[in-house]
C-alpha cells in the first residue's frame, strides 16, 4: 500500500506562483508514473499533468507554458510548480500514483493510490 501526502497549496494572488509537493510513502516510488489533477465543487476531477518513470512529462492544455512537472526519486517526492497563476487555477489538486503507463493517463480512474489534495486559491 502506497500513501501519498500533498502540501504547497494557498491563497496567492493572479500572477504569483506555487509549488506543490507530493510525498510517497514506501520504497517503490519510481516505478510509479505519476499524474496530477485538480477539482472544483460539482465538476470531475480534471488532468493537471502526468510525468512517467522515465521523466516523459505533458499537460493539459490549459496549464502548458505556467506549470511544471517533476520528480526526486530519491526523496519519494513529486512536485507541480505553478507560475502564472490564474483565477481559474483554483481548485483542490491531487496527485495519484499509477503502476502502468498507458495512453489514457488523463484519466483519473487510470490511477491506483491518491493523496488528500491541497486547496489552491488564485484571488483576482
Known amino acids: 500500500q502506497v500513501q501519498l501526502v500533498e502540501s504547497g497549496g494557498g491563497l496567492v494572488q493572479t500572477g504569483g506562483s506555487l509549488r506543490l509537493s507530493c510525498a510517497a510513502s514506501?520504497?517503490?516510488?519510481?516505478?510509479?508514473?505519476v499524474g496530477w489533477f485538480r477539482q472544483t465543487a460539482g465538476k470531475e476531477r480534471e488532468f493537471v499533468a502526468f510525468i512517467s518513470k522515465r521523466y516523459i512529462t505533458d499537460y493539459a492544455d490549459s496549464v502548458k507554458g505556467r506549470f511544471t512537472v517533476s520528480r526526486y526519486n530519491a526523496k519519494n517526492t513529486s512536485y507541480l510548480q505553478m507560475n502564472s497563476l490564474k483565477p481559474e487555477d483554483t481548485a483542490v489538486y491531487y496527485c495519484a500514483l499509477d503502476q502502468s503507463w498507458s495512453s489514457s493517463y488523463t484519466l483519473f480512474s487510470e490511477y491506483d493510490y491518491w493523496g488528500q489534495g491541497t486547496q489552491v486559491t488564485v484571488s483576482s
Open positions: 514506501g520504497r517503490t516510488f519510481s516505478s510509479y508514473v
